[in-house]
């Protein structure tokens, strides 16, 4: 096995790591071998990343793979070659497949295609209702147990409005340290709602999907999980009034995460005037005072992490009335930049700080031990060196993902992924994908004989 | 200007221009042979994704008069059933070579992606879509007004704006594409327009349009008002609980016999009663109230064939895609005191 890929040692030449002082760093056998400046390359691959930045391997907590179901959409091949050319090295496929990921056996179905595909760790969501229908727990215990490990459950897109039920849940993933990550959207009142409820939607005439709706969700299950101990996390905060809750609820100690996409940090209810269904987003595109107040919390650690909540859709589901088109926009090749255009751009966070909230942050709420770790000597070899001077368009018709639905095209965005490293295996080069890591799977495992 | 979307993006000009042709066309219509050859070998279609005879029929009219030919596309799809998309539609008349689009479509937004998207190169007129606007309901409205406020005044009407003249527009604004349509066009042409109606039947967002809010239809009224345009109020929206009951809502916004003898006892002899029809009698409007001296219910609808005929002879003879002259207000202006306010104004209506 000497041509094997994984094998192969990499001398990374002068990264800023964090985009702090340069240095070099060793990666072998899957680790970061050695770290400092001057390091010997000996028979190491030499990677020449001057005017580069190292970060730790990003980590989606929120990514629609849409397999099994709806392959026409996205696959966990597709979709984990998009997230390793966003600079992922781990994504958490959430549970909205068909069948629904409620079962340890599509748990573990989800968790080897993200094995075969091989170009991030693939971490299943389980739901937290059977088929998301909010009646009845789904087996939590059992896909906590089973090969895909799984600590986040959801039934994302989907709240989990009884309160029973959500207490019940909270209470019940202490069991085996998991976390209920709730998307917070109260059902009566936002039955058919179409955008963000406001003087854009008064003038438009579409639905209003009112801030209330999320806020009193929130306001309930931090509430919740302040009785009864538990761990909750809040998917795609998108609103002033959601971060004040949040806030508050962390200044009682209450143990709340939460996360911000990519797009809530920057686009707002206007581009809605265009009717253009790419703009259509669940929770919707809030105003501009949102947008603000959503980079602050980022900044100050109220907001922990970014979850791109990628959404491909095939495009028959958005090239039709506003009224009848599919919530979500891609997000996985585009959050490093927009996160490096509204973040860091704004001084708001600097690289180390990009590296708490798109690493090692969501790597601990997910409890994924060899994801989200320091840049140092032993650590697993999951990393990204990024160009932030880079420019590019985006253009959705070039990604790798099967979803065309980025609101972010035709944009010129900042900072490029010029490397993923995954297990120290390089799955994007030169900006390029490069191979998957195929180690793991399970034709690596027949050929090596297994353990 | 090759499409009419909304009003909100109607300009003055282009608006008293819209009008002033109407006006020509109204006089088509009084003659013996109702017919103008402007539009012969033209096609406009007719694309109807939501029921609606009376729209319907007020284009066929206008094009047929203009000497287009016309094809009805009745594509009705909901939300629930889906129909044929709009862009195979769409792609499909492209292909049968249609100049205009008239598109009805319960979708808000539905033309302006019809227009927008370079599925088709027709013209498109919006004749009303979902909760969002139907602006040659608006146009025709507007037209009404302007007659009404000509004669009043024994100027001509041609080239006349609405300056200082006090609208009321009571009932459900919330679904309404007409209120919306009507807000911006009104203002555009200088009315004072005053939105009455329950809270809940209100968008929020409502206190950043450009017009004046009450919950309370006594006061508006007592404060002076040149017409009164009622909206039709469905009654499924009581089963929704955006008012507790018919009755209720008849006795708090509705057009009813006392509302309508206040307006002699306050001495509002040439206040006039619109409605877009279809009404319902008895909920939001009386039968005496609708079947008043006062009421310009079957104008509007006369009217509404002539603003139709010159939105379809303005955007398909490329009149309004040329610069305009630049408007001046006319001489014809109403006399007499400034209008007064109401009591309830905007900034807090939710």
Redesign the interface.
Known sequence: MTNDPTRGSFLIRGAAVLGKERTDLLLQDGRIADIGAGLDAGSATVIDADGLVALPGMVDPHTHLREPGREDAETVETGSRAAALGGYTAVHAMANSSPVADTAGVVEQVFSLGREAGWVDVRPVGAVTVGLAGQQLAELGAMADSRARVRIFSDDGICVSDPVLMRRALEYVKAFDGVIAQHAQEPRLTEGA?MN??????????A?W?AVAEESIIARDVLLAQHVGSRLHICHVSTAGSVELIRWAKTRGIKVTAEVTPHHLWLTEELVR???PVYKVNPPLRAEEDVLALRAALADGTIDVIGTDHAPHPS?AK??????AAMGMTGLETALSVVQHTMIESGLLDWEGFARVTSATPARIGRLADQGRPLHAGEPANLVLVDPAARWTVDPQAMATKGRNSPFSGRELPGAVIATFFRGHPTVLDGKLNTPDRSRSTAAAAAGGGK | MRHLLST?DLSLANAIRILDTAEEMAAVGEREVKKLPALRGRTVVNLFFEDSTRTRISFEAAAKRLSADVINFSAKGS?VS?GE???DTAQTLEAMSADAVVIR??????P??LA?SGWIDAAVINAG?????HPTQALLDAFTMRRHLAALNGTDSVGSDLTGFRVAIAGDVLHS?VA?SNVWLLQTLGAEVTLVAPPTLL????E??PCKVSYDLDSVLESGMDAIMVLRVQAERMNASFFPSTREYSRRWGLDDARLARLDTLGMTDTIIMHPGPMNRGLEISSSAADSPRSTVLAQVRNGVSVRMAALYLLLSGDLRDPVPVYSPASARRPGPAPRSTNETGGNAR
């Open positions: 179409q409820e406001g003087k854009v939607s008064a003038v438009l005439g579409l209003g009112p265009s009717y253009n028959e090239d039709c009335e506003w009224a009848q | 909100q939300s889906k998309s709009l862009k479509h319960w979708a808000s937004g539905a302006q992606q927008t879509d979902g909760t969002h606007e594409r919306r968008p929020v967002g409502v950043h349009w």
